[in-house]
């Protein structure tokens, strides 16, 4: 069936450093990639997204690539604010009759300290 | 517009007893998702509806769980007999069409606690 790992958590880091969360995942077909992120006492949105090999999905200084030859949806910052702190979620669609039913993984907890 | 939204949005009942849960999707919203997240895990899926109908329960972890959407709109999850292990918070999700292509605009969730 399919799968998705993330890195363990949680992860602590000063204000402007750079953040990597790594994801994998298994899946039958071609899955389209998500990253979600759940702010304290906030619902689940979405970050960024990825539909096909090679694609870059990016939104608010975060990004990811898909890589189908690694099975992998990394997510990348630049320089992390306070305000990024959160859980991220590393998330799969698969294609075909799934009908866009999410499998998510464990979630990563973000600490940012000033 | 208004958002995914959730009732209750906490759940305090006892073991054995019936709850319902309910989620008001995005209007114009075909798809509807539900989701539940333990603690310190990610959210699993447990049923989709396509419309009226209820197009994959798959996740649905026993014949206590049940979930309707009689006029396409609003949903209702349904727990009979709730035992300690069915709490979690339950989340629910609406997107355009059901598709992998599609993000899914989740509600605030239902926190539930079975004492």
């Known amino acids: 069936g399919n799968s998705v790992t993330q890195m363990e958590g949680p992860v602590t880091l000063s204000e402007e450093a750079f953040l990597t969360i790594n994801c994998t995942y298994t899946?039958?077909?071609?899955?389209?990639l998500f990253w979600y992120v759940q702010y304290p006492g906030e619902g689940l949105q979405l970050l960024l997204k990825?539909?096909?090999?090679?694609d870059k999905g990016s939104n608010k200084g975060f990004e990811a690539t898909y890589r189908k030859e690694t099975t992998s949806f990394h997510l990348e910052k630049g320089s992390v604010q306070v305000s990024d702190s959160a859980v991220y979620f590393c998330a799969l669609a698969a294609g075909g009759t799934s009908y866009g039913k999410l499998t998510f993984g464990q979630g990563t907890i973000l600490t940012v300290h000033p | 517009g208004a958002g995914v939204s959730q009732t209750p949005s906490n759940k305090v009942t006892e073991k054995g007893k019936y709850v319902e849960l309910r989620c008001d999707p995005i209007?114009?919203?075909?798809?509807l998702y539900w989701y539940r997240q333990s603690l310190g895990q990610g959210p699993e899926f447990l049923i989709y509806?396509?419309?009226?109908?209820?197009?994959?329960d798959s996740g649905l972890p026993n014949d206590r769980f049940f979930a309707v959407r009689p006029e396409g709109s609003v949903s209702t999850l349904k727990i009979q007999r709730t035992e300690r292990g069915d709490s979690a918070v339950y989340l629910c999700?609406?997107?355009?069409?059901?598709?992998?292509?599609?993000?899914?605009?989740f509600g605030p969730g239902t926190r539930l606690t079975v004492l």
């Open positions: 509806f396509q419309g009226t109908g209820a197009a994959d």
């Open positions: 899946a039958t077909g071609y899955p389209s």
């Open positions: 990825a539909t096909k090999a090679d």
């Open positions: 209007s114009g919203h075909t798809a």
């Open positions: 999700a609406s997107s355009l069409q059901a598709s992998s292509y599609n993000e899914q605009f």
